[in-house]
């Protein structure tokens, strides 16, 4: 009895002791086969290397991925990743945290590899989902249900830049079970001065996307919505838009260094409303267009409009003033399924044309 009881304890403790190193044994052979799978999937001057990994934190402390095909690369610093096994296993992860990371794309003179390739074309015809058949069917669902069903209760992104030739974005996330928050940086050479952008979104349906310029105390574009079931009707979804443009501020934006003409409005205020009505469940774009319902609302507002011309010191069009509303109604349920209303059209202008004129923005 007493030699059972001594095997038994000597088995425990070995398989405590191969339970509690295993994270270990595991981390030294994935550090050992990642630089050979970045060799089979083409990244050349590859870096990856796990720093820390038990059975509740994952640590990476430096990556870099080098893509030959795109003339890309991917930097990142600083990834974190808490997990619950019993959770990991059910597809939940605690936190995702990431200090930095890196992206610089490249411009092909040639083209794309994947589009100077030959490939082999498959001309059998894609056979369509027959009308019985729900795998093809796509469901709608509230925000609410969508942040339910995140993967990761908290995602921390400190600093990603994207950077392009012609632009380059610099971004903060931070996502979790109540809020979505993103915060870009834009810089571009087609813009005179850096913008700033923030993305908010709730589970209870409010979305806000607003455009800044630099050190600007009112947005040059801001974007209010809510997307949640319809309250009248059942199985229909309701996304309500609210959107409004300062048209001067976007005008004076562009580099009017490199333009013939340069663009002036001392009042200009665009908007538009929208109220969108689809079904939960349908099986096709066309399908949700039958059972489409939308109210819009367009307007326009331009005072003193004016086009100068930098080369012939002239003016094209001069104190111009115009006045736009449009509303627009969809229902296919109706006789008259789409409707247009023109309720104000205002236009005023004073025009200098001497031909020929060529006219560039």
């Known amino acids: 009895m007493k030699s059972w009881l001594k095997a038994l304890l000597i088995s425990a403790v070995i398989l405590a002791s191969c339970i509690f190193y295993l994270p270990t044994l595991v981390k030294q052979g994935l550090n050992s086969v990642l630089p050979w799978l970045m060799q089979q999937a083409d990244l050349e001057q590859g870096e ?38 019993w959770a990991l296993l059910g597809g939940n992860v605690k936190q995702v945290h990431l200090e930095s990371a890196r992206i610089e794309l490249a411009v092909l003179a040639n083209g794309s590899p994947a589009t100077t390739e030959s490939k082999v074309v498959n001309k059998e015809q ?38 392009h030739p012609q632009a ?20 571009s050479s087609l813009f005179s001065q850096p913008l700033s952008h923030d993305l908010t979104i709730s589970p209870q349906g409010q979305i806000s996307s607003r455009v800044f310029l630099e050190q ?35 005008l004076a934006l562009g580099n009017q260094k490199e333009k013939a003409q340069n663009l002036e409005a001392k009042i200009a205020i ?14 096709s774009v066309s399908s949700a267009l039958r059972q489409l319902k939308a109210d819009g609302l367009w307007q326009v507002k331009i ?35 789409l409707q247009f209303s023109l309720d104000t059209f205002d236009s005023v202008s004073y025009t200098h044309l001497t031909l020929p004129t060529i006219y560039s923005v």
Request: glycine share 2%; proline share 4%.
């Open 48 to 85: 990856l290397n796990i720093d820390q990994l038990s059975w509740y934190k994952l640590s990476i402390d430096q990556m870099q991925l080098y893509s030959p095909a795109n003339q890309s690369r991917v930097q990142a610093q600083g990834l974190t990743i808490e997990f619950s096994p």
């Open 126 to 163: 894609p056979v369509a989902p027959s009308a019985n058949d729900n795998s093809a069917e796509i469901h709608l669902v509230s925000l609410q249900a969508l942040f339910q069903q995140l993967p990761v209760n908290n995602l921390i992104l400190d600093k990603l830049e994207i950077i």
């Open 168 to 187: 380059s974005i610099q971004t903060q996330l931070n996502l979790n079970q109540h809020t979505l928050v993103i915060q870009n940086e834009i810089t």
């Open 216 to 250: 600007g105390q009112s947005p040059i574009f801001n974007l209010q919505a809510n997307w949640s079931e319809a309250t009248d009707l059942d199985n229909i979804m309701q996304l309500s838009i609210q959107q409004s443009a300062d048209i001067q501020s976007w």
């Open 270 to 283: 665009q908007a538009w409303n929208l109220e969108l009505r689809l079904p939960t469940k349908f099986s």
């Open 303 to 337: 005072d003193d409009f004016s086009i100068f011309d930098s080369n012939k010191q002239a003016h094209i069009i001069e104190q111009a003033d115009l006045a736009i509303n449009l509303t627009t109604t969809i229902d296919h349920q109706r006789k008259e399924q």
